[in-house]
Protein backbone atom coordinates (compact mmCIF):
# COMPACT_ATOMS: atom_id res chain seq x y z
CA UNK A 1 0.00 0.00 0.00
CA UNK A 2 1.30 3.28 -1.17
CA UNK A 3 -0.20 6.20 1.27
CA UNK A 4 2.23 9.16 -0.26
CA UNK A 5 0.33 7.76 -3.75
CA UNK A 6 -3.33 7.71 -2.23
CA UNK A 7 -2.73 11.26 -1.49
CA UNK A 8 -1.49 12.63 -4.28
CA UNK A 9 -4.16 10.90 -6.43
CA UNK A 10 -6.66 12.64 -3.97
CA UNK A 11 -5.32 15.64 -5.23
CA UNK A 12 -6.23 15.68 -9.07
CA UNK A 13 -9.09 16.59 -10.39
CA UNK A 14 -10.89 13.73 -12.48
CA UNK A 15 -14.19 12.29 -12.91
CA UNK A 16 -15.31 10.06 -10.15
CA UNK A 17 -15.06 6.84 -11.67
CA UNK A 18 -11.92 7.49 -12.88
CA UNK A 19 -10.73 8.71 -9.23
CA UNK A 20 -11.73 6.12 -7.37
CA UNK A 21 -10.07 3.60 -9.98
CA UNK A 22 -6.79 5.42 -9.06
CA UNK A 23 -7.21 5.53 -5.73
CA UNK A 24 -7.70 1.48 -5.61
CA UNK A 25 -4.61 1.47 -7.69
CA UNK A 26 -2.58 3.75 -5.51
CA UNK A 27 -3.48 2.08 -2.90
CA UNK A 28 -2.63 -1.41 -4.42
CA UNK A 29 0.93 -0.02 -5.37
CA UNK A 30 4.50 -0.97 -3.81
CA UNK A 31 5.77 2.47 -2.34
CA UNK A 32 9.15 2.46 -4.42
CA UNK A 33 7.87 1.38 -8.03
CA UNK A 34 4.71 2.22 -7.93
CA UNK A 35 3.28 -1.34 -9.47
CA UNK A 36 0.53 -3.48 -8.88
CA UNK A 37 -1.65 -6.25 -9.96
CA UNK A 38 -4.96 -6.17 -8.86
CA UNK A 39 -7.68 -8.06 -11.48
CA UNK A 40 -10.25 -6.22 -12.88
CA UNK A 41 -12.79 -8.11 -10.85
CA UNK A 42 -11.06 -6.88 -7.96
CA UNK A 43 -11.04 -3.52 -8.89
CA UNK A 44 -14.55 -3.70 -10.14
CA UNK A 45 -16.16 -5.40 -7.00
CA UNK A 46 -14.04 -2.45 -4.60
CA UNK A 47 -15.25 0.19 -6.82
CA UNK A 48 -18.75 -0.56 -7.21
CA UNK A 49 -18.53 -0.76 -10.98
CA UNK A 50 -18.94 -3.58 -13.51
CA UNK A 51 -15.48 -4.98 -15.22
CA UNK A 52 -16.39 -3.51 -18.23
CA UNK A 53 -16.43 0.14 -16.94
CA UNK A 54 -13.50 -0.20 -15.08
CA UNK A 55 -11.89 -1.34 -18.22
CA UNK A 56 -12.72 2.06 -19.62
CA UNK A 57 -11.68 3.19 -16.91
CA UNK A 58 -8.40 1.90 -17.05
CA UNK A 59 -7.70 2.38 -20.52
CA UNK A 60 -8.74 6.74 -20.16
CA UNK A 61 -6.17 6.45 -17.23
CA UNK A 62 -3.68 5.34 -19.30
CA UNK A 63 -4.08 7.92 -22.06
CA UNK A 64 -4.12 10.93 -19.90
CA UNK A 65 -0.94 9.11 -18.51
CA UNK A 66 -1.89 8.62 -14.79
CA UNK A 67 -1.06 5.04 -15.44
CA UNK A 68 1.34 2.61 -17.58
CA UNK A 69 -0.20 -1.44 -18.18
CA UNK A 70 1.59 -4.48 -18.96
CA UNK A 71 -0.01 -7.00 -20.21
CA UNK A 72 0.71 -10.42 -18.50
CA UNK A 73 0.42 -14.37 -19.51
CA UNK A 74 0.54 -17.24 -18.04
CA UNK A 75 3.29 -20.19 -18.99
CA UNK A 76 0.74 -21.66 -21.29
CA UNK A 77 -0.43 -18.93 -22.94
CA UNK A 78 -3.68 -18.19 -20.79
CA UNK A 79 -3.78 -14.45 -19.81
CA UNK A 80 -3.18 -13.15 -16.35
CA UNK A 81 -4.05 -10.03 -14.42
CA UNK A 82 -2.39 -6.50 -15.70
CA UNK A 83 0.60 -5.17 -14.01
CA UNK A 84 -0.40 -1.00 -13.89
CA UNK A 85 2.20 0.95 -12.56
CA UNK A 86 0.98 4.68 -11.23
CA UNK A 87 3.08 7.34 -12.34
CA UNK A 88 4.07 9.67 -9.34
CA UNK A 89 5.95 11.80 -11.90
CA UNK A 90 2.27 12.47 -13.63
CA UNK A 91 1.33 12.65 -10.47
CA UNK A 92 3.55 15.38 -9.06
CA UNK A 93 4.01 17.28 -11.96
CA UNK A 94 7.97 16.59 -11.73
CA UNK A 95 9.40 15.34 -14.92
CA UNK A 96 11.75 12.86 -12.61
CA UNK A 97 11.14 10.63 -9.34
CA UNK A 98 12.54 12.44 -6.52
CA UNK A 99 13.06 10.91 -2.50
CA UNK A 100 10.23 12.65 -2.36
CA UNK A 101 8.01 10.55 -4.52
CA UNK A 102 9.20 7.01 -2.46
CA UNK A 103 9.68 5.79 1.05
CA UNK A 104 12.51 3.96 1.81
CA UNK A 105 11.61 0.78 3.90
CA UNK A 106 14.30 -0.68 7.01
CA UNK A 107 13.84 -1.70 10.05
CA UNK A 108 13.47 1.59 11.76
CA UNK A 109 11.20 3.19 9.11
CA UNK A 110 9.24 0.41 10.01
CA UNK A 111 9.21 0.67 13.80
CA UNK A 112 8.53 4.54 13.39
CA UNK A 113 5.81 4.29 11.12
CA UNK A 114 3.25 2.43 13.47
CA UNK A 115 2.22 5.75 15.53
CA UNK A 116 1.88 8.17 12.09
CA UNK A 117 -0.69 6.55 11.14
CA UNK A 118 -3.43 7.84 13.58
CA UNK A 119 -1.61 11.48 12.99
CA UNK A 120 -2.52 10.87 9.33
CA UNK A 121 -6.15 10.05 10.07
CA UNK A 122 -6.08 13.02 12.44
CA UNK A 123 -4.78 14.80 9.36
CA UNK A 124 -7.54 13.93 7.19
CA UNK A 125 -9.91 14.02 9.16
CA UNK A 126 -9.49 17.84 10.11
CA UNK A 127 -8.57 18.97 6.45
CA UNK A 128 -12.50 17.92 5.59
CA UNK A 129 -14.02 19.71 8.62
CA UNK A 130 -14.73 16.61 11.18
CA UNK A 131 -14.30 17.20 14.98
CA UNK A 132 -11.57 16.29 17.18
CA UNK A 133 -13.60 14.69 20.30
CA UNK A 134 -15.93 12.72 17.56
CA UNK A 135 -12.99 10.99 16.30
CA UNK A 136 -11.63 10.11 19.29
CA UNK A 137 -14.59 8.62 20.42
CA UNK A 138 -14.94 6.46 17.22
CA UNK A 139 -11.26 5.19 17.21
CA UNK A 140 -12.12 4.11 20.55
CA UNK A 141 -15.26 2.16 19.75
CA UNK A 142 -14.62 1.03 16.49
CA UNK A 143 -10.51 0.85 15.87
CA UNK A 144 -8.14 2.82 13.50
CA UNK A 145 -9.18 0.80 10.57
CA UNK A 146 -12.68 0.97 10.62
CA UNK A 147 -12.93 4.28 11.00
CA UNK A 148 -9.63 4.86 8.17
CA UNK A 149 -12.15 2.76 5.69
CA UNK A 150 -15.44 5.29 7.23
CA UNK A 151 -13.10 8.36 6.38
CA UNK A 152 -12.59 7.24 3.00
CA UNK A 153 -16.01 7.12 2.18
CA UNK A 154 -16.52 10.17 4.12
CA UNK A 155 -13.95 11.77 1.29
CA UNK A 156 -16.05 10.62 -1.84
CA UNK A 157 -19.61 11.88 -0.73
CA UNK A 158 -18.00 15.18 0.58
CA UNK A 159 -21.23 15.94 3.02
CA UNK A 160 -21.64 18.97 4.69
CA UNK A 161 -21.33 17.80 7.94
CA UNK A 162 -18.69 15.17 7.90
CA UNK A 163 -19.39 14.02 11.71
CA UNK A 164 -22.75 12.91 11.44
CA UNK A 165 -22.14 11.16 8.03
CA UNK A 166 -18.94 8.92 9.76
CA UNK A 167 -21.04 7.87 12.71
CA UNK A 168 -23.66 6.87 10.03
CA UNK A 169 -20.86 4.79 8.10
CA UNK A 170 -19.83 3.33 11.14
CA UNK A 171 -23.14 2.76 12.85
CA UNK A 172 -24.28 1.18 10.00
CA UNK A 173 -21.27 -1.58 9.56
CA UNK A 174 -22.08 -1.48 5.84
CA UNK A 175 -19.50 -0.02 3.70
CA UNK A 176 -20.89 2.91 0.95
CA UNK A 177 -20.95 2.07 -2.02
CA UNK A 178 -17.94 3.32 -4.14
CA UNK A 179 -14.95 3.16 -2.01
CA UNK A 180 -13.33 1.32 0.24
CA UNK A 181 -9.86 2.37 2.43
Same mark, same amino acid.
Given at each position: ????????????????????????????????????????????????????????? +?? %???? *????? $?????? @?? /? =?? #?????????????????????????????? +?? %???? *????? $?????? @?? /? =?? #??????????????????????????????????????????????????
Amino acid at each position: MSISRVHKVLDIELPTSEKIILILLADNANDESGECWPSQGYLAKRSGMSRQNVNLV +IN %KLQE *KGHIK $IEHRYK @ES /G =GK #RSNMYTVLPCHLTGHTHVTSDDIESVNKES +IQ %KAEP *KVPYD $IWNIWF @EI /G =GT #RPLLGRAIKKYGESEVAQAIGSVLLKNPAVPDQYLMGVLKSGKKKRGFVA
